[in-house]
C-alpha cells in the first residue's frame, strides 16, 4: 500500500491532544476512590513537564452516575456539563481535561448530540443562563487526563527510575490494560486508536518498558453497570463480568492490570477481594492477586514516587510483588502513617500483604 | 391511548438511537447483560420499533429494560448504527415519568437509586463522595474500605489535599455553588423527576403495606428495594463455571 493511503487511514484512529493550558475537571470516583492519582496527575504536569493546568473549585460532579443509573435526564446533565464549560470559559481556557471515562464519555455525547441537533445547544444555552446567569463557548477539545499522559509518555519514559521491566531477569513485565467502555466504544473518534486499536495505555506501557498481555476478554466490561452496582441485590452481575475476565487473563500471568477509568480499578480491585472471600481464588502467580493500578499511580511508581504518597496501600491488592519485581524499595513502616507522621492501624486481610 | 411511540421520540436519544433493526442479534452476542440475566436487547429493540404503544406499555411495565448495564458495547456493533443502550435509556426514562417503574422489582429499585446518588448530587455535589459509601452497604470494599471510611481525612490529606476544604479532592462546595446546582435541575425538569419517583414509590409503599419515609434511607421500603431479589432474573445456567481454571 503507498504511504499516503496508509496514512489516510490510520489518521481516523489517531487524536490530536493539545500542547498546554489545561481545564482540569476530577472525578467523583477517582477523588473519593484515589485521590493520590489525581493530586498526582496535577503535581507532573505542572512541577514536571511545566505544563499550565486550571481547576476552579467550583465545579462539581457532571452527574454522570445518576446520569446512567437513569435518575438525571440529558437536559439536566447537558446544562450541569454547560456550567463547567462555562466556568472554563470565565477562566479563558478552551481545552478541557477530564478525569473520569464516565465523565468523558459524556462529554463526547452532549457535543456529538449539540452537533447533529442544534436546537440541543440552544435550548442548553437557554437553561443554563435561566438557572446561573452564565454563558459558555463550546471547547476546542475535549480530552481524558489519560490522553494527557499518553502525550507525554516519552517525557516521562526520560525520566524514568524504574521501568516495566523484571529487574533480577530484565525481562519487560506482562501487563494487562482495560480501557473502559465508554472511552472509545460509544464515539470512537474521541479515543486515541478508536474502538478498534484503542492505545493509550499500550503507548504508555510499551513507552515505559512493558509488554502488553492480549488475552480473549480483554475488551469486556469490567461490570460496572451503573444500577448494577449501586443497587447491593444487583451486585452478582457486577461482580461476574470482573471474574470473567480474571479468569479469561489468569492463564497469561500478569504482574498487574492498569485502568483507565476510576470506576474500573476500583471495581477490578474490590472484586478480586470479595471472590477471594467467597470461595478463595485469586488469580495472580503464586497464590497472589493482581495489583490493579491507575495509569496516574503506574506513571508515579516508575518515575519514582514513594508508592503510599500515591495510595497504593488503599487498594485491597497490595502491590508489593509488582514493587518487588521493579526493584522499588519501599517502606512498609510507612504505609498507613498520616500525612505528619502518626500511626494508623493496619487494615486486615489484604492481599499480597 | 397514550401515543407512548411519540413519547419516546421526542426523546433525542431514541430518535438516534433507532433506526430500522434487522433482527441479527449482534447487540445481544456482545452484550455483558445478556450473559447474566434472561435478557436480549434484540427483542427490546424489535418490540419498541412495532409502534405499538400496547407492547410499549408491556415493556415499560417490565423487568427487562432494568437488565442493560449501559456499556454501551452495542453502540459500537450494530450494522444498522442503532443504540439498543440508549433505547433503553429513553423507555426507562419514560417508565419513571409515568409511575409504571414500579410494577416490576427491578423498576421499584430506582428509588433506591434516587435516594443515594440522586440526594448525594444535591446533597454534596458529588455522585459517590467516599462519607456516603458506608461500609455496612458495601461489604465487598473490604476491610481497607473500613479503615479508609474511619480515617477519612487522613486519607486524604495523605494525598496532598484537605477533607471538606476549599478547594482539591472532597473539597465542600459554597452554598452558592450548591443552589446554582439545584436551580439547574429546577429548571431542566429534574426535580420533577425525583418527585416522579418519590410518588410512585409512595404509593407502591402503601400498597406492598411497607414502611416508607420522606427522605433518607433508614426505612423498610428503601431496605426491601435495596436487597431483594427474588431469583428470577437469571440465565439458568452460567456460562462461565466451566471455564474456571481453579488450582
Ligand atoms: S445489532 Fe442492531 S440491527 Fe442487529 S438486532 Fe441489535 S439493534 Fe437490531
Ligand atoms: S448498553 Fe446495555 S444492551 Fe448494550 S451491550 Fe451494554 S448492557 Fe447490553
Not at chain 1, 448494577?228 to 487473563?249: D, H, P
Not at chain 1, 495510595?311 to 500525612?339: A, R
Request: glycine share 8%.
Amino acid at each position: 500500500m503507498k504511504l499516503e493511503g496508509k496514512k489516510r487511514i490510520w489518521s481516523e484512529f489517531q487524536k490530536e491532544i493539545p500542547d498546554d493550558h489545561f481545564f482540569y475537571v476530577r472525578s467523583c470516583i477517582r477523588q473519593s476512590f484515589f485521590p493520590g492519582s489525581e493530586q498526582f496527575f496535577l503535581k507532573v504536569l505542572k512541577e514536571d513537564l511545566g505544563k499550565d493546568i486550571f481547576e476552579d473549585p467550583n465545579h462539581t460532579t457532571c452527574t454522570g452516575i445518576g446520569y446512567h443509573g437513569d435518575v438525571v435526564q440529558f437536559d439536566t446533565i447537558q446544562t450541569v456539563v454547560a456550567r463547567h464549560f462555562a466556568l472554563a470559559t470565565e477562566h479563558g481556557y478552551k481545552d478541557v481535561v477530564i478525569s473520569c471515562v464516565t465523565s468523558f464519555g459524556i462529554y463526547e455525547e452532549i457535543i456529538e448530540t449539540w452537533k447533529h441537533y442544534p436546537e440541543t445547544l440552544e435550548k442548553t444555552r437557554e437553561n443554563l443562563y435561566k438557572a446561573t446567569g452564565r454563558v459558555f463557548d463550546v471547547p476546542d477539545s475535549i480530552t481524558h487526563s489519560s490522553d494527557i499522559i499518553y502525550k507525554f509518555k516519552d517525557e516521562i519514559a526520560a525520566k524514568a527510575k524504574f521501568p516495566l521491566i523484571d529487574h533480577v531477569t530484565g525481562e519487560p513485565l506482562r501487563i494487562v490494560e482495560h480501557i473502559g467502555c465508554h472511552y472509545s466504544k460509544m464515539f470512537p473518534k474521541y479515543g486515541v486508536g478508536g474502538a478498534e486499536f484503542p492505545h493509550v495505555l499500550i503507548g504508555m506501557i510499551e513507552a515505559w518498558g512493558g509488554e502488553v498481555i492480549d488475552y480473549p476478554e480483554r475488551r469486556h466490561c469490567c461490570g460496572f453497570g451503573f444500577r448494577q452496582y449501586i443497587v447491593q441485590a444487583n451486585r452478582g452481575y457486577s461482580l461476574s463480568n470482573s471474574r470473567k475476565k480474571f479468569v479469561s487473563m489468569q492463564p497469561y500471568k500478569p504482574e498487574a492490570i492498569i485502568a483507565n477509568c476510576p470506576g474500573c480499578t476500583m471495581f477490578m480491585d474490590k472484586w478480586q477481594y470479595t471472590i477471594k472471600e467467597m470461595d478463595g481464588m485469586t488469580y495472580g502467580q503464586h497464590g497472589q492477586g493482581i495489583p490493579v493500578l491507575t495509569y496516574e499511580e503506574l506513571a508515579g511508581i516508575v518515575m519514582g514516587y514513594n508508592p503510599w504518597d500515591l495510595g497504593l496501600q488503599y487498594h485491597n491488592v497490595q502491590s508489593e510483588p509488582l514493587l518487588d519485581k521493579m526493584g522499588i524499595k519501599y517502606d512498609q513502616e510507612e504505609k498507613y502513617l498520616t500525612k505528619d507522621g502518626k500511626k494508623l492501624p493496619v487494615p486486615k486481610d489484604l492481599i499480597n500483604a | 391511548m397514550e401515543n407512548l411511540y411519540t413519547q419516546l421520540l421526542e426523546d433525542v436519544r431514541f430518535e438516534e438511537g433507532l433506526n430500522a433493526c434487522m433482527n441479527c442479534g449482534v447487540c445481544t452476542a456482545i452484550c455483558p447483560a445478556a450473559e447474566f440475566y434472561n435478557y436480549d436487547p434484540r427483542m427490546i429493540v424489535d418490540m419498541v420499533q412495532t409502534r405499538n404503544d400496547e407492547v410499549i406499555r408491556d415493556l415499560l411495565k417490565s423487568e427487562t429494560i432494568w437488565y442493560c448495564g449501559q456499556c454501551m458495547s452495542c453502540k459500537t456493533r450494530c450494522p444498522r448504527g442503532n443504540t439498543p443502550g440508549q433505547i433503553i435509556m429513553a423507555l426507562r426514562l419514560l417508565s419513571q415519568k409515568l409511575g409504571y417503574f414500579t410494577e416490576s422489582e427491578k423498576g421499584r429499585q430506582q428509588f433506591a437509586v434516587k435516594r443515594t446518588v440522586g440526594d448525594n448530587i444535591l446533597e454534596y455535589g458529588y455522585c459517590v463522595p467516599s462519607y456516603d459509601v458506608e461500609p455496612e452497604r458495601h461489604p465487598e470494599q473490604g476491610p481497607v474500605w473500613e479503615h479508609i471510611y474511619e480515617n477519612l481525612e487522613h486519607f486524604i490529606a495523605r494525598a496532598g489535599g484537605e477533607l471538606y476544604g476549599k478547594e482539591g479532592p472532597l473539597r465542600r462546595f459554597t452554598p452558592e455553588v450548591m443552589q446554582e446546582l439545584r436551580d439547574i435541575f429546577d429548571v431542566t425538569g429534574g426535580l420533577d423527576l425525583f418527585d416522579a419517583i418519590e410518588e410512585a414509590s409512595e404509593k407502591k409503599a402503601k400498597e406492598m403495606d411497607m414502611e416508607f419515609t420522606k427522605e433518607g434511607i433508614d426505612c423498610e421500603y428503601f431496605r426491601h428495594v435495596y436487597t431483594f431479589d427474588s431469583g428470577i432474573h437469571f440465565i439458568e445456567e452460567p456460562i462461565m463455571e466451566d471455564h474456571e481454571t481453579g488450582r
